[in-house]
């Protein structure tokens, strides 16, 4: 469909899946409509190998763009965005669903970030996945990355949780996964970047939901309170600690009595 164009179409089914596969959508122009099933999953990714994602954005010479406008055309019960050959996948703008949907990220063989940048993802109680790259989930928006209500945001075994640490301000220093609803980070893989100046008894709170909630799991070989030696070559271990100031956090808390010698 060309923007501005009068086409349009509709895709209704009661059973099936269905997928769309291009380089550029448009799918918010006339009366342009994808309505399926509620045990359907409607797949959508880039045609292109390596070519990324802006989910809340306008298509690009780099991404396929979908704004939430657009997502509003799809009524289905799963909502998979990417495949293994989409590169980076961007959330630039909030993302609201009408009804509970599932909301799949995956980009897994082509060594991209899933991250929300400026944009959050509301499932109205459908649950939020992500199956990222090695370069792993990257939640960098100030405030709520996920709103799943009554769902569970779900980071796939053996995929990384990637968080940069500068500094001791939640949001502005250092990232933090911030979800309303429950949170899955079992097996998750823990990757920390940065080099920040540390003086010992620093508390991150790098996993927060809304105090409700359970956070279910632990990451990959930090069960509670391990020791990371010489956290982020800071001369200072850290202890990992999953029950937080609420009772359903993750969070790391540097203490002098843990300071290398």
Not at 200 to 206: Q, S
Request: net charge negative; charged share 10%.
């Amino acid at each position: 469909d060309t923007p501005g164009s009068s086409n349009t179409a509709t895709i209704s089914s009661t059973s099936g899946n269905v997928i769309l596969i291009a380089d550029t959508m448009h799918l918010d122009g006339g009366n342009t409509a994808i309505n399926l099933a509620a045990a359907a999953n409607c797949i959508i990714h880039p045609q292109t190998t390596n070519r990324g994602m802006d989910i809340g954005g306008n298509d690009s010479a780099t991404a396929l763009g979908l704004t939430d406008a657009e997502l509003d055309r799809i009524t289905v019960g799963t909502l998979s965005l990417g495949d293994g050959n989409t590169g980076n996948i961007s959330v630039t703008a909030d993302i609201t669903r009408t009804a509970a949907t599932n909301v799949n990220f995956d980009n897994v063989l082509q060594g991209g970030f899933i991250a929300t940048t400026t944009g959050s993802i509301s499932t109205n109680g459908g649950d939020n996945v992500y199956n990222p790259s090695a370069q792993g989930m990257r939640p960098q928006k100030a405030g709520v990355d996920s709103n799943v209500g009554a769902g569970t945001f779900k980071l796939n075994s053996g995929r990384s949780l990637t968080l940069s640490i500068t500094g001791t301000t939640v949001d502005t220093a250092y990232d933090q996964l911030n979800v309303q609803g429950n949170v899955d980070i079992s097996g998750a893989v823990l990757a920390l970047t940065g080099a920040p100046a540390l003086t010992g008894g620093e508390t991150f709170m790098i996993v927060n939901n809304d105090g409700v909630d359970p956070v279910v799991g632990t990451f990959s070989g930090l069960p509670n309170n391990s020791i990371i030696s010489n956290f982020l070559s800071s001369g200072l271990n850290a202890r990992i600690t999953y029950n937080g100031s609420g009772g359903n956090d993750r969070s790391e808390e540097h203490t002098s009595e843990l300071q290398s010698h």
